[in-house]
C-alpha cells in the first residue's frame, strides 16, 4: 500500500467464475463490467463472452498449486451468490477454501441473503473457520445497509464490510460482529462523489464500536492525485490474521485428491 495509489486488501486474486449482473446503485460504474466488455469477442481470451455468467471449474483447484499462504481474493470480477450460481458450485468453491486452508480466503458480496441462506447449512462448519472472511459491499442506505444485517446472521470466520463506493450518508449503523470496515470513494470517469463527512461519520463509529477502520481511497477521476489521506492521515487498521502454517507436500496432494474426488 502507498499514500497515493490503492490499498491492497490481498495479494492474489481467484476466479472460479466470472461475470455478473448489476443488482444495485453500487453496481452502476463496475469496473469488472467496464474490463469485461473490453475484451468481448476477442477469441480465446478469458472474457470472450464479456461480463456474462461464466463458471470457471478449470480454476477451482488453482489455490492448491501456491505452495505459500497468501490472501485471496475470491471472485474479484464476479459475485459467487448470485442467483444463477447453483448451490453445487458454491459449494465447490466452500470445500476448495475449507481444504486449502494455508490461504486467507476474503470474498465481498451483493448478495448477501442469499450468502446467508446457502450458508446456513452444512457449508456453516466451512464458513465460520477462521481463514474464511465474508464480506457484504454496502453504497446507500436503501440497498446497502441491509446487508449488514444479513452477514451478521451469516456464520463466517470472520466478517468485514465494503463501504465502497459510498454514495451517500448513512446515518447510525449497528457494527455489532463486524471485524473489520474499509471505506471508498467511487473511481473512474463517471465517479460519484464521496463527501468527507460521510467517510468520517463511519470512522468515529468504527472508533466507538472498536472496529479496525481502513481508509482506502478517495477514489475519483484521479486516484493517484486524490490519494488516501483521511483528516491528514491514512488509515490502515484490520484484524489480525494469524500466520498460517502451510502443510507437507504429502498432506497437499492428499487433500487435493480429496477435492478432485467430490468433483
Ligand atoms: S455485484 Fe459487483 S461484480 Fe456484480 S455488477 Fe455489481 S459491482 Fe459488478
Not at 24 to 47: I, L, N, Q, T
Not at 242 to 253: G, I, M, Y
Amino acid at each position: 500500500m502507498d499514500e497515493q495509489g490503492a490499498f491492497d486488501w490481498t495479494d492474489t486474486k481467484w476466479n472460479p467464475l466470472r461475470g455478473c449482473k448489476a443488482v444495485s446503485p453500487g453496481c452502476d460504474h463496475c469496473w469488472a463490467a467496464a474490463f469485461a466488455h473490453r475484451w468481448k469477442g476477442v477469441e480465446g481470451h478469458a472474457y470472450e463472452q464479456g461480463f456474462a455468467l461464466r463458471l470457471a471449474p478449470e480454476k477451482l483447484l488453482e489455490p492448491f498449486s501456491w505452495t505459500r499462504s497468501r490472501t485471496v481474493e475470491v471472485a474479484w470480477t464476479s459475485d459467487l451468490f448470485q442467483e444463477r450460481v447453483k448451490p453445487e458450485y458454491v459449494a465447490r468453491v466452500f470445500t476448495v477454501m475449507g481444504l486449502a486452508d494455508w490461504h486467507h480466503f476474503r470474498l465481498l458480496t451483493k448478495r448477501a441473503a442469499r450468502m446467508r441462506e446457502l450458508l446456513g447449512g452444512k457449508l456453516a462448519r466451512i464458513a465460520e473457520r477462521a481463514h474464511i472472511g465474508l464480506g457484504v459491499s454496502v453504497e446507500d442506505r436503501e440497498h446497502g445497509v441491509p446487508r449488514i444485517e444479513e452477514l451478521r446472521r451469516t456464520r463466517a470466520g470472520m466478517r468485514f464490510v465494503a463501504f465502497e463506493p459510498l454514495l451517500e450518508d448513512l446515518g447510525r449503523l449497528d457494527l455489532r460482529g463486524i471485524d473489520w470496515v474499509f471505506v471508498a470513494g467511487e473511481s473512474g470517469p463517471h465517479a460519484r462523489p464521496m463527501a468527507k463527512a460521510w467517510a468520517l461519520s463511519i470512522r468515529d463509529q468504527c472508533a466507538a464500536a472498536k472496529v479496525p477502520f481502513c481508509f482506502k481511497e478517495w477514489g475519483g477521476l484521479d486516484r493517484a492525485e486524490n490519494g488516501r489521506r483521511l483528516e491528514r492521515r491514512t488509515h490502515d487498521a484490520r484484524p489480525k490474521a494469524r500466520a498460517l502454517d502451510v502443510p507437507p507436500t504429502a498432506e497437499r496432494r492428499r487433500r487435493l485428491q480429496e477435492v478432485s474426488a467430490k468433483g
